[in-house]
């Protein structure tokens, strides 16, 4: 049997699942892809219900108590699960069909020895330890990150989306460098192939926050910076997409979940973007607020400086300095030709770097050369 079908395997759901999954669909044209979803495979295993509830309660149930996280969450975090899962794949992958498989992110190893195995990650485990704003009694047990390890290290490749996780599989993992691939990531929404902006030329002084997790995402820093920048700038105004905070801020829109097809418009009226996040794994919505051609306030936090080039494609802030966001806030506000100049280079970064065409060329050519010449077409 020739070896013609992909396994592309989702771990759970999250907002870049489909444009990785088309990615591939794209860059390995000559392949079949098949869709496994570990929810599904969990759902089927009907058996594993009680004993992971005990694991949860083992290993989770001070916070589960606590209301630190839920049951639901916590559910699929257990040793037992992850043991369950691994297993599980062998009757799963299929070496003589499976010319190798494919991970988005990094809760399982659903590795099969016999089948090379591509993993793209936007995060580790330990990630979380090099923000000053991670509680590290919020850190898994020991023994689900002693198997975390593992993920890793059953890998062909890891490909990551920003080079600080690429590091911290090196210092948190012991990853060598010629495992890890730092191939980035493109947008989720539709963008034009050159900005169409209609924000007066960066001069209307409109802000966009998008994010659904106000508290980790910077918002309530955002905030308060937003006052100190109206006593400057009595004009400006914040819309804030995803988030639905209770606010009393003058100028201010909040709109909460939009439909993605409607966020173009939104960043084609804003004469800035600002992501002031606290904690971020990613932070995929400031790439597209470059592609949309913005200038960029955002913190120092995870990926966030890969992309934002402090003085080139907008401006990085400690996390949690609200003076000196207010401070970058104004000073782009006050400056359209400043802001046009960040927004035309952190257009071209992007293009250049943050397209899932780009990535998914970036991925072939490591997957192509870790594969045996024998087993492809």
């Not at 390995?28 to 009907?46: C, G, Q």
């Not at 804003?270 to 592609?291: K, N, Q, T, W, Y």
């Not at 990085?316 to 506000?333: F, K, R, S, T, W």
Request: hydrophobic letters at 40%; proline letters at 6%.
């Amino acid at each position: 049997m020739r070896k013609d079908t992909i396994a592309f395997i989702s771990t759970y759901e999250h907002p870049s699942r489909d444009s990785i999954e088309q990615t591939i669909r794209e860059a390995f044209p000559e392949y079949r892809l098949e869709n496994i979803v570990l929810k599904d495979l969990v759902k089927a295993h009907r058996r594993w219900l009680l004993p992971n509830l005990y694991h949860v309660l083992a290993e989770y149930g001070g916070k589960v108590f606590k209301r630190e996280v839920s049951v639901r969450e916590s559910y699929f975090w257990t040793s037992y699960l992850f043991c369950r899962v691994r297993d599980a794949m062998r009757s799963v992958l299929d070496p003589s069909r499976h010319i190798f498989s494919f991970q988005t992110q990094s809760l399982y190893d659903t590795s099969v020895p016999g089948v090379p195995h591509f993993i793209y990650t936007d995060h580790t485990h330990l990630s979380n330890l090099e923000s000053q704003y991670f509680d590290r009694r919020n850190l898994r047990p020991a023994r689900w990150r002693a198997l975390e390890r593992t993920i890793y290290e059953n890998a062909t490749r890891v490909f990551t989306r920003s080079q600080n996780v690429t590091a911290d599989l090196a210092k948190h993992y012991g990853m060598h460098a010629d495992k890890v691939i730092c191939v980035y990531a493109g947008a989720n929404v539709n963008v034009p192939s050159q900005p169409q902006l209609a924000n007066d030329g960066y001069a209307n002084q409109r802000i966009l926050f998008v994010g659904g997790d106000w508290e980790r995402k910077g918002g309530p820093d955002l905030a308060l910076a937003f006052e100190q920048v109206l006593r400057v700038l009595p004009r400006a105004h914040l819309t804030i997409i995803g988030a639905k905070p209770q606010l009393t801020l003058p100028n201010c829109t909040i709109l909460g979940q939009v439909p993605i097809g409607e966020l173009s418009a939104h960043f084609a009226q804003s004469s800035l973007f600002c992501l002031p996040s606290r904690l971020e794994p990613f932070g995929i919505v400031v790439v597209e607020a470059m592609l949309h051609g913005l200038p960029v306030v955002a913190s120092s936090e995870g990926a966030l400086p890969d992309m934002v080039r402090d003085g080139v494609t907008g401006r990085v802030v400690a996390p949690g300095n609200v003076p000196q966001l207010a401070a970058a806030l104004i000073d782009l506000l006050q400056d359209p030709s400043l802001c046009r100049q960040y927004g035309e280079a952190g257009f071209e970064l992007a293009k250049l770097r943050y397209t899932w065409p780009a990535v998914g060329a970036r991925m072939r050519a490591e997957i192509l050369r870790a594969i045996p010449a024998h087993e492809t077409p």
